[in-house]
């Protein structure tokens, strides 16, 4: 047997074991495997802003409903809830300063659900800073066209299986971010840059690679331009500017009478005409 080999076969022999052990637990527990969905929040220094999470029953079993979630700010306790029918809870917190903090919710371990805790980002923003609406798909590298799509592509690692980010893309929208602009993390397309990913799994990606802490968007039913409308009827008007790299996108954008600068520059002809093209992140910078 290659060197390698068997003590590759042992670990994996000791995962199925564990993994054998604990369904053995939470069934003797009594317990249903469930997901968590925790959504990102953002608001203003010293307003209260809403919270929500869903725990989501992924068997036939003991209903969502009623389910006790403890949330958590930057690792202190600060509230608990009970789902409602659709499994669903929402906490009021008071945002004191500017900045932004780590939205912990877990499910009590006394609940008839299992399910791991999730982390969101609570952005706490002030209206005055400019805002940049980031498309997530202009930070991926594109897949080589030899490469077979994936079922369910893998976001919770942080090495070549993942999707790569786009070269010096987290160093420089870094630099765009550390002193003037705010971000927002988006997709034109209901499905998402990485397949079937939750903004969960999106999140975590960005932080494996080093982009900055910014919001990141769930996508609703009407789409990127729902997304937008929904920022600007809740006040955050100074979304000036955006970067991305579908024609999509940039459509979108000058719309909603943004500027845009597309990353890599389309070909000739498919550029709108009010959009900006950059060969590379190093470029984006100076067009905005």
């Not at 042992?10 to 009594?30: F, H, K």
């Not at 307003?47 to 009623?66: D, K």
Request: glycine share 8%; proline share 7%.
């Amino acid at each position: 047997m290659a060197t390698g080999v068997r003590p590759a076969l042992r670990t994996l022999a000791l995962i199925l074991v564990a993994g054998i052990g604990i369904a053995t637990t939470a069934e003797a527990a009594g317990k249903v495997p469930g997901t968590l969905i925790v959504r990102d929040a953002l608001t203003l220094p010293n307003h209260s802003v809403r919270i929500e999470a869903q725990v989501a029953v992924t068997t036939a079993g003991p209903s969502s409903s009623g389910v006790v979630l403890h949330l958590q700010i930057d690792g202190k306790e600060v509230a608990t809830g009970n789902t409602d029918e659709r499994g669903q809870v929402s906490f009021d917190y008071l945002a004191k300063m500017r900045g932004t903090n780590v939205i912990s919710v877990s499910v009590d371990p006394d609940a008839p659900v299992a399910a791991e805790k999730v982390d969101a980002t609570l952005c706490v923003w002030e209206r005055r800073r400019p805002i940049v609406v980031v498309e997530v798909d202009a930070l991926i590298q594109p897949a080589p066209a030899s490469a077979v799509p994936a079922q369910s592509p893998v976001m919770d690692t942080t090495d070549d299986a993942g999707p790569m980010p786009v070269p010096e893309a987290a160093e420089e929208l870094s630099r765009l971010t550390q002193y003037y602009y705010n971000v927002v993390y988006v997709w034109s397309h209901e499905q998402g840059p990485m397949g079937h990913a939750s903004s969960a799994q999106v999140r975590r990606w960005l932080g494996a690679h080093q982009f900055p802490t910014g919001f990141v968007a769930t996508p609703t039913p009407g789409g990127l331009n729902a997304t937008l409308d929904a920022l600007k009827s809740d006040g955050w008007t100074t979304m000036k500017s955006g970067i991305g790299s579908t024609r999509g996108f940039a459509d979108m954008l000058l719309q909603h009478r943004m500027e845009v600068v597309v990353v890599p520059e389309l070909p000739k002809g498919e550029l709108p005409r009010k959009a900006k093209g950059a060969k590379d992140w190093k470029e984006v910078r100076k067009k905005l």
